[in-house]
Every structure is written in C-alpha cells, then in structure tokens.
C-alpha cells in the first residue's frame, strides 16, 4: 500500500491551520515544527490532526513537502531554517512551497538560498488568495473531486510543476509557468487592491469622526455608492489583528509595484510608491491605536466600521475628549 505524503506546514497560523485541515481531511499527514511559538499557535494546533515534530532535522527528514505559511517579514527566515539543516538521503526530493504574501524580488532572494545551500530541494514560488480552507455546510457535492466539500482559497504556483498532481489539485492550485515571481506577483496585484482600499477606508472614516460627520459620510455612502458601503464597513473590521501582519505585505507589495511595474522609475521626492505610505498606515494601527492589541481568538474592539473610526480618532487625537 502507498506511504501517505507528509505535508510539512510553518506555521500554524489562521491560514496554516485551515491548510492542515484541508490537507489531513484528503488523507495527508500533516507535520509541523512550532517549538519556542507562542500558546496560541500551540492551541490552534490542537484543533487540527497535526504532528508536532521537536526540530526542523526531523521536518526536513520526514516530509515529503514544506509549505511555508508565516507573516511576510519572515519568509526568507523560514526558507533558511529549511536550507541550513543537514538534509539526508532520501527517495525523492523535498518540495518547498513559499505560500507568503511576498514580493517577486523576495520570491527569486528565497528561490537563490535553496539554489546556494540546499540545491536538491525543489523550490515552488506562491501565494495564498481569499480566506483559509473550510468545510462547507452543505455543498452537495458529492463528486468525490480533491476539494469537494470545501471552501478553499486559490492557490497561483509557479516554477517546476509540482510532482502531485492530486496535492496540487487538494489546493486549488493554479500553474502560472516556470517564472518564479509569477505566483508571488499575481497575489500582489490582487491583495494591493482590497488593502488599499480598507486603508482609505479607515483614514476617511477616522476622519470623518474627528469631523462630526460620520454618520452622513455613511448615509452619502450607502445613497450613492451602497456596494462600496457594504464592502468597507465590513473588511475594516478584519483588520485590527491583521494591521500588523500586513506592514511587510504593503512593503512588498510596494517593492512588487516598482520593481515589476516600473513605478521605482517615477521621478519626484518621494516617487510613486503609495504603498509604503499604505504600510505607514497599517503600522499606525498596529502600534499606535489601541486597535494594535485585538487577537483574532479575542476581539474587544473595532468590532464596527463606527468603533474602528472612534478607536483610530481616540488613538490619534490629541484633542480627542472622551
Ligand atoms: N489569514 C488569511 O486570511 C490569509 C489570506 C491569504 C494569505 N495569507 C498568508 O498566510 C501567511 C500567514 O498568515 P496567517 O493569517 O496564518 O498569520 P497568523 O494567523 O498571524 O499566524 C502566523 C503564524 O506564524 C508564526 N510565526 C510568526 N513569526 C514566525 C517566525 N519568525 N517563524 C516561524 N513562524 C512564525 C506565528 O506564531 P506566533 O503565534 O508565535 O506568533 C503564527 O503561528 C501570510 O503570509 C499571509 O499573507 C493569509
């Protein structure tokens, strides 16, 4: 009987432990290395068939595949815990799949670490589009396909195909072509849009506090542009847990936009790079309002559009009277 692939994931993340939930209902072992991680990665753990393995020695030896699922800012650590472990002899080669939300610059700095200290590794450059894998109540599909059952993120690969074919299939997965970058720029392009606009979102509605004029900002909103309402109101209040995960994502993506798309080239003191402002912003909430401290296990506030504007106007007002 076939030996079940072992789908090595870091972390256990929200997405990490949705990934490992999908992959274990399909039949895969899951590991993971999260020693020295902090009690909420160790309980979502619990919540998920995963093994939890002591070193990344035994990762590297047992798995089959290592998806890396970290926070942006920490892609090419994980990559080069990956690459400076003494890999061994073995059947087939290792697959290591960057999933990060990273830039095509830093996608082809990891894909040169494998190449320099790990070489018999397959390197996979991609990125992870809508929320984390989960069970669907009632699908009615009953067809038995990878996948069946489930709500699933898109998954852009790009590089050497992935030797498994049902694994790819597992992921919703989509081969963009051997160009690594490829599968890290599409997710750029796509998460520049949203985030951006739920950064403007909370500088308006914030702003729109300090004014006195929320309610009829909302009111013009839902008149005159009631998709637009409905969207911001609602991703605004994602984002207190998030905002500090996504400083490195908007950086990156600033380095995608200028490196790929030509914007570094723009001349002017600050050039055109709008998303290293963005960044400012999310580091802002992060650090400044008392949005930073929100956990996405235990919300308190910014549970609103209202109190996203009222929590940003408390944080950033110094003539803000209570
Ligand atoms: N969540 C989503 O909806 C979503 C959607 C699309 C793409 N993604 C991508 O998925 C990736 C992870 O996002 P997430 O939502 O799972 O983040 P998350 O919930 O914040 O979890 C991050 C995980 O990484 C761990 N971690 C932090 N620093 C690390 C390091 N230096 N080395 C190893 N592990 C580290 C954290 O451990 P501690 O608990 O110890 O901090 C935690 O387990 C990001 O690249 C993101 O862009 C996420």
Redesign the pocket.
């Known amino acids: 009987m076939a030996q079940p692939v072992k789908v090595g994931i ?7 432990v949705g990934i490992a939930k999908l992959l274990a209902a399909h039949g895969y072992v899951v590991l993971t290395n ?1 020693t020295g ?2 009690d ?2 160790h309980r ?1 753990a619990a919540t998920a068939p995963i093994t939890l393995l002591d070193s990344d020695t035994e990762l590297v030896a047992q798995a089959d595949y290592i998806l890396s ?4 800012r ?2 090419i ?2 990559a080069k815990r990956i690459t400076s472990v003494k890999h061994g002899e073995r059947a087939t080669p290792l697959c290591y799949i960057d ?3 990273i830039s095509p610059g830093r996608a082809r700095e990891i894909a040169q670490e494998f190449e320099t200290n790990a070489p018999q590794v397959i390197f996979v450059d991609g ?6 894998p989960k069970p669907l109540e009632s699908s009615g599909d009953n067809s038995g396909e990878p996948g069946a059952g489930w709500k699933r ?1 898109a998954i852009p690969l790009a590089g050497p195909p992935l030797p498994n074919v049902h694994l790819a299939q597992t992921l919703n997965s989509k081969y963009l072509g051997p160009n690594i970058g490829a599968a890290s720029g599409l997710k750029c392009c796509f998460a520049s849009l949203l985030k951006g606009l739920i950064a403007l979102s909370i500088q308006s509605f914030s702003t729109a506090e300090a004014l006195g004029v929320y309610d009829e900002l909302q009111g013009f909103l839902k008149h005159f542009q009631p998709a637009l309402q409905e969207t911001t109101t609602r991703m605004v209040t994602e984002i207190p847990p ?1 905002a500090g ?1 996504w400083i490195d ?1 908007m950086l990156e993506i600033g380095r995608c936009f200028g490196e790929e798309g030509g914007w570094d080239n723009v001349t002017g003191t600050e050039g055109a790079n709008i998303y290293q402002r963005v960044a400012e912003l999310y580091r802002t909430v992060a650090e400044d309002t008392v949005l930073g401290q929100e956990r ?1 296990e235990h919300r308190v506030r910014g549970n609103t559009a209202s109190d996203i504007a009222l929590a940003v106007e408390e944080s950033l007002n110094p003539n803000y009277k209570k």
Do not use: C, F, H, W
Not at 10 to 16: D, F, K, N, P, T
Not at 69 to 72: A, T
């Open positions: 870091i972390s256990i993340g929200e997405m990490g999260i991680r902090s909420y990665t979502r699922i970290v926070p942006p920490d892609a650590v994980t999933l990060n939300a990125g992870i589009v809508g929320g984390p993120p998030k995960r994502e996405q």
